[in-house]
């Protein structure tokens, strides 16, 4: 007797909690293997970024095999607005009926999800140390199954900044870092359209696009921005630091042993107050804890120096708990983690999705270098 298709749904608000049960299922692996909480509410992450998304839902019966989300938004790409899709949380489960199902349904849904929102482009994050994900979507063994193509648009790194050796100084000690209010807004705003020029898939390009974005960011607000100001009271640098507050929660499952290493270091300089000790696996607790992030938004600077005097602001002011996370194109070199402070960094890829017959656009070219802007919660 022939099987039942499986069906392709589009979620709604009443689906939240079982996408987040079959989302937690799935570890993600690399030198850590964490799984993702997102019980209080799934779809919490995309309402932050757009109010225009779709999650797709794979089900056989009322089981769900499979979920994808695809989130729209303006950005500044190829120096002009323009709106595009972000696929996220491709999750598909082991069953290989499920998998060739996934394989129809990408590109129907990947042209709907076009139409529906008026985009012609899509774009994925996907990390580098996942070598199953990169082998199945960027590097797949045959082309028989039609499956859009996914071409590198960037690499940037995710740094994650743990604590200062005892020999670190503050380059500019004496930098003015204001708080963000009415006085200085508009200098603030102005200095994020002019940076916001200078990358590709930037969200601020005018007053207005900031203030949509500062209102569907829950739990940001203009107070929480560290503004840098120089004697003519110029802004030349500002981040926005900011706690998830358990939308999403990354909860470490085990550590390989580089991994494992790392922590024991970070134990032993918590002990002489240099670093912050990194939240113990599940595999020891036996219990679900997160990890205490502090994400670092908004983050422009005018020189490397500025940069890190900012990074000793927000290293400070944060909970003795948390550590700092931010984006970093490599091609923004003021923005590596400086020697006399202890991080790691894992390796990011931005791809271009595209249908099998479309060529590559104009902005693909690789002689194209500007840096983009990576949002650190929203790409994880």
């Known amino acids: 007797m022939e099987k039942n298709l499986m069906k392709l749904e589009v979620a709604t608000p009443q689906d939240a909690q079982s996408l987040a049960e079959f989302y937690k299922s799935f570890p993600v692996r690399g030198l850590v293997e964490i799984k993702i909480d997102r019980e209080k509410d799934f ?6 970024q757009s109010d225009r998304y779709l999650t797709y839902m794979l089900k056989d019966e009322e089981k769900i095999e499979g979920i994808a989300s695809f989130i ?5 790409l190829d120096n002009k607005v323009q709106t595009v899709a972000f696929g996220r949380d491709l999750r598909i489960s082991s069953n290989r009926r499920a998998v060739m199902e996934w394989s129809k349904h990408f590109l129907p849904a990947m042209e709907e999800v076009f139409r529906t929102f008026d985009c ?10 996942e070598v199953q994900a990169l082998n199945a979507f960027v590097r797949p063994r045959t082309m028989k199954r039609p499956l859009p193509h996914y071409h590198l648009f960037r690499r940037f790194n995710m740094v994650s900044v743990h604590g200062r050796l ?15 209010n009415q006085g200085n807004v508009d200098a603030l705003i102005a200095y994020l359209i002019r940076k916001s020029r200078e990358k590709d898939l930037s969200t601020v390009w005018d007053a207005q696009s900031f203030f949509d974005k500062l209102e569907r960011w829950k739990g940001l607000r203009l107070d929480d921005f560290l503004i840098a100001i120089d004697k003519n009271e110029n802004v030349i640098g500002c981040a926005a630091p900011w706690s998830s507050g358990g939308l999403q929660e990354f909860i470490p499952m085990q550590y ?3 991994a494992h290493n790392f922590r024991q270091f970070l134990k032993f300089g918590n002990r002489l107050g240099w670093t912050r000790t990194l939240t113990k696996p599940y595999s020891r607790l036996k219990m679900e804890a997160s990890f205490n992030f502090k994400y670092l938004n908004f983050l422009n600077a005018d020189n490397a120096d ?15 708990n948390e550590f700092i996370v931010y984006g970093q194109t490599r091609s923004e070199y003021i923005y590596r983690p400086p020697r006399t402070w202890v991080s790691g960094k894992m390796p990011f890829g931005v791809y271009l999705l595209l249908p099998p017959d479309q060529e590559a656009p104009k902005f693909m070219h690789p002689a194209n270098e500007r840096p983009i802007e990576i949002e650190p919660f929203f790409a994880l």
Do not use: C, Q
């Open 43 to 48: 779809f919490a992450p995309y309402s932050i």
């Open 72 to 76: 729209t938004k303006d950005v500044l």
């Open 120 to 129: 012609k482009y899509l774009f994925s994050v996907l990390s580098m140390s």
């Open 256 to 258: 390989s042993l580089r």
């Open 166 to 180: 005892p020999w670190a100084s503050n380059p500019l000690p004496h930098l003015r870092i204001r708080r963000g």
């Open 306 to 320: 500025i940069f890190e005097s900012l990074l000793w602001k927000a290293f400070d002011e944060a909970d003795e």
